[in-house]
C-alpha cells in the first residue's frame, strides 16, 4: 500500500521557518513534489525534485525562500521554508509521481496544515 505522510506544519510568525517533511512507503517515485491550498482557493504548485536531483521547480511566489529537497535512501522529502509570509499559509500537500507533477500526480498525502501570522 502506497503512503504519503506529511508533518512539520504549524503556527510560526512572519519571517520564521518551517520545515516539512514527507515519508512515503510503498514504492519509491521519480518526481516528489509539494503543492498547497489556501483556503476559498485552487490547490497550486510549490516545488518538485526528480529522483537525481537533477531537475528542481519552484513556483515564482516562493523561489528563494523555499528550498526542497529528498533522501532516497530513507524515501522522504523535505520543504524548508524561510522568510515565511502570511500568504504562505495553506494546507500544504505532499505529492508523488512518474513524471513531472504538471503531467499528473499518481498519489498525495492527506497534508499539514502551515499558518503564518503577521
Known amino acids: 500500500q502506497v503512503q504519503l505522510v506529511e508533518s512539520g506544519g504549524g503556527l510560526v510568525q512572519a519571517g520564521g521557518s518551517l520545515r516539512l517533511s514527507c515519508a512515503a512507503s510503498g514504492r519509491t517515485f521519480n518526481y516528489m513534489s509539494w503543492f498547497r491550498q489556501a483556503p476559498g482557493k485552487e490547490r497550486e504548485f510549490v516545488a518538485a525534485i526528480s529522483w537525481l536531483h537533477r531537475t528542481l521547480d519552484y513556483a515564482d511566489s516562493v523561489k528563494g525562500r523555499f528550498t526542497i529537497s529528498r533522501d532516497n535512501a530513507k524515501n522522504t522529502a523535505h520543504l524548508q521554508m524561510n522568510s515565511l509570509k502570511p500568504e504562505d499559509t495553506a494546507v500544504y500537500y505532499c505529492?508523488?509521481?512518474?513524471?513531472?507533477?504538471?503531467?499528473?500526480?499518481?498519489?498525495w498525502g492527506q497534508g499539514t496544515q502551515v499558518t503564518v501570522s503577521s
Open positions: 505529492a508523488a509521481g512518474k513524471g513531472r507533477p504538471m503531467n499528473g500526480i499518481d498519489y
